[in-house]
């Protein structure tokens, strides 16, 4: 395949996609304004994510520091997520790369953001774990509300919502309850912790995109149906 041919390929991808929120949102009475699309790169090269910024992607995604730290000066733009598991040794990197990491699920990890960050604003979401597959990572949802009152009262950390990643292979039912779990999870914190700004919801990959729509997500996380089949793992 050409290079031209991947990058109209990556093109009618994207717009498929987008056509695809639109939809779900105009079925849900929600603008798709309110959804920011992160696409997730993970194991792709830098050109085919140039490809990807060509056709009107701004919010890139990696799942490992090592490989963003590699990759994100060869792309040369974008806004970028981590949506992967964070390492402690790993943090001080991840506050200079990222716009935005929504992987913190440990007071330990929180503490370590605040004192790498070297008064870089640090912008994070919990991530919570609501389907107890050990694979998916995630604090338990018991330990919500002490996380989020650490990073409230003892960081400069900011919160700016929850992410989770929803049931692997179940039906529509099963995902959009995972959803609407977290969903309830951040209105509730929304209310004891008014400070912070908890908005986003992210949730919903290229399987249950819709569902997690349907339940309110703010930020999805979407790689193969944008750049193509790779080794399958969770957060694409």
């Not at 939809?23 to 699309?37: F, G, N």
């Not at 990959?205 to 193509?228: H, K, S, W």
Request: hydrophobic residues 45%; glycine residues 10%; aromatic residues 2%.
């Amino acid at each position: 395949m050409t290079q031209v041919d991947a990058a109209a390929g990556i093109a009618a991808r994207v717009a498929m996609i987008r056509a695809r929120i639109a939809a779900v949102c105009r079925e849900a009475s929600r603008s798709p304004d309110s959804v920011t699309l992160v696409a997730v790169c993970k194991t792709f090269g830098a050109e085919t994510v140039r490809h990807g910024l060509a056709a009107g992607l701004s919010e890139l995604g990696e799942n490992r520091v090592q490989e963003a730290q590699a990759k994100i000066p060869q792309v040369g733009g974008g806004r970028w997520h981590l949506v992967g598991h964070l390492q402690r040794n790993k943090a001080r990197v991840a506050t200079q790369l990222f716009s935005l990491i929504h992987s913190v699920d440990s007071v330990r990890l929180a503490r370590r953001l605040e004192a790498v960050r070297e008064s870089r604003p640090c912008d994070v979401l919990i991530q919570i774990n609501l389907t107890g597959a050990q694979t998916q990572g995630g604090i338990e949802p018991l330990g919500l509300s002490e996380l989020a009152s650490v990073i409230d009262r003892e960081t400069g950390l900011t919160l700016r919502g929850l992410m989770t990643i929803g049931p692997i292979g179940s039906d529509v039912a099963a995902s959009r309850a995972c959803f609407r779990r977290l969903r309830d999870e951040r209105d509730a914190l929304r209310v004891s912790l008014p400070n912070q700004p908890i908005a986003e919801l992210s949730m919903g990959m290229t399987d249950d995109l819709d569902a997690a729509l349907v339940e309110g997500a703010t930020i999805i996380r979407v790689g193969r149906a944008i750049f193509g089949a790779r080794s399958s793992a969770p957060g694409s």
